[in-house]
């Protein structure tokens, strides 16, 4: 394929204009910076570049020299999901924890302080939130990050997020549409597929895109999934059903449509990102998302190449290009007239601990003695959902360490963890950590054999609460966040 991409024409420029590419490392590459002038209008950042607000205030104004109005874009829920504290765990319980103690105004509050620190590092552009209605217990790679099973109080709360967010002056990219709730499968790794018919589909998964919109919400997410009641065909990335005869139109959204991540299985795996990035445009995307797992200039080479070749073979119609080239472009202008505007209302520190703190609730399922000398905190640790990742430490052992010294804590796995569990602790206490017992049943057979013989052991469940209450007590935080830690450890001390 020729290279197109050595000079600035107006296809070059567009094309890169499209791309919300990732980079490695905690300083922009010469190669981004050379884009940015060449026409690339966003960048995607990670874990893997953050390693300070400091730094990362240092790299997005790197960035911002080399283009005044770029759109830093992060993957930042909170909770579970954290990119801004990927080594110590989110100050901000998440989505799931919000909708449990279903106070709007708290989670207008939370999203706004999550704006404010965010625009203090210089990012504009925010990957959340989570408007997917967790209708499926199963559901592998939602769970806590939704707010809820009920449409209605799910749409509720996207709408105070992205109010939230956005009064900070950084755009809300709601996703994944057109609902990501009603899975089984991990679109990361394979292709999910929804068969709720239509009635279903308008009332549950899409009530709360409408609040979004609604709201204001400056960005949309796809979702790579088959909805067969809307395209039979194509994933709801690729498809022209979904992005531009049902969102655009019978929905009436102007902003900017980004995909999810194009490297993910359910795309990269049946299309490959190239094809699937000319097939998205074509369907109505705005904004190519490749950061994840690809973070180099040859991916972005690759990708811009094929763009142009596209509109020049005549498969992408270049008013297509322009058009969703434009939409990113605007969205620069807002987010650049917003960082001259100040946020209204003061800065709330502590709203986090105390959003978690009211989402704990304790059943005492039995007797209950209180927890004074130090215990035993043995997690069980199920494997890392592929949007949360590995790095980010949870639970609640480091709190329980430094509320009662002498605490020690294991990790386990596996069916026979019960038993290990109770070798370890060697007669103290137990407290059993767990996150989404329901869907893992080596841990509902662990925490059996636990339980049975130690039955004092208090139990934690750091995820969707779906299991029967069982431990003495049981405390369920839903969510992970190191602030959910904190405000279980609380708990169990205060008895």
Sequence with gaps: MTTFTTGTDTLTRDALAVLQPGFAGTTAPDWVL????????????FGRNIASPGQLAALTGQLRAERPDVLVAIDEEGGDVTRLEVRTGSSFPGNHALGAVDDTELTRSVAAELGRRLAACGVNFNWAPSADVNSNPDNPVIGVRSFGADAGLVARHTAAYVAGLQSAGVAACTKHFPGHGDTAVDSHLALPRIDADAAVLAERELAPFRAAIAAGSRAVMSAHLLVPALDPDHPGTLSRRVLTDLLRGELGYEGLIVTDGMEMQAIAGRYGIERGSVLALAA????????????D????????????EAVRSGELPEERLADAAERGRALARWTAEARRSPSPGDPEPEIGLTAARRAVTVTRTGPTAPVTAPVYVA??????NIAVGDETPWGVGAELERLLPGTTTGHFTGTDAGARVLEAAAG???????RDEHRHPWMRTALDTLLAAAPDTVVV??????????GTPYIATRGAARVCGVAAAEAIVAG
Excluded: N
């Design 284 to 295: 109505g995307a705005d904004a190519i998302c490749v950061g994840g797992g690809l973070a």
């Design 428 to 434: 103290r206490r137990v407290v059993a950590v767990v």
């Design 297 to 308: 200039e040859e991916t972005v080479r690759r990708l811009c190449d094929t763009l142009v």
């Design 461 to 470: 469940e750091m995820g969707v609460p779906q299991s029967a209450p069982r």
């Design 379 to 384: 997690t069980f640790s199920p494997e890392a």
């Design 34 to 45: 050379r884009r940015l002038g060449e026409g690339l209008t966003s960048v995607g950042l």
